[in-house]
């Protein structure tokens, strides 16, 4: 007696079974699918900060580096030299650990010198003043900011 080529072995089974097996292979083709798009938006960093224009005042350059969202830092810097002379934490970013940190990141976003003070913005909106001679942080509250 001739055994028939059994090659496609689906082809033998239960149409039942076989449907069975094609629900089985696309579960298992989603799952990997949703693994890979949670494990690349595990690892999706925010884009880099835009780089804020330094401003100078009587010979000093003030320069926001932005080298992490985690403290919004001022540099003062010689103009001619380019010579770190100092530099301040003007806020610090608390993190929740139940969250992502990148997405909890603030950066400076502009620095105007009014009088002997410099005027930090970030991407929050919240406004700093950072006297110049003392080094002395103070944080606009909302009512003080200028109006249009």
Known sequence: MKVPYAGNLTMW?????????????????LCLLLAAMIASEAWAKRAAPKPVTPVAHKGVQYVAPNANGLEGIIEARNE?????????????????PSLEQDVQWVF????????????VTNEKNE????DLKTRKVEKVKKDQKEKP
């Open 13 to 29: 089974m239960k149409p039942s079974k076989r449907r069975g097996d094609q629900v089985k292979k696309l579960s298992m083709l």
């Open 80 to 96: 001619e030299t380019g010579k770190k002379l100092w530099d301040v934490v003007i806020y610090t970013v608390k993190i929740d």
């Open 108 to 119: 400076i976003t502009g620095l105007v010198v009014q009088d002997n003070t410099l005027l």
């Open 127 to 130: 406004q700093y003043i950072l």
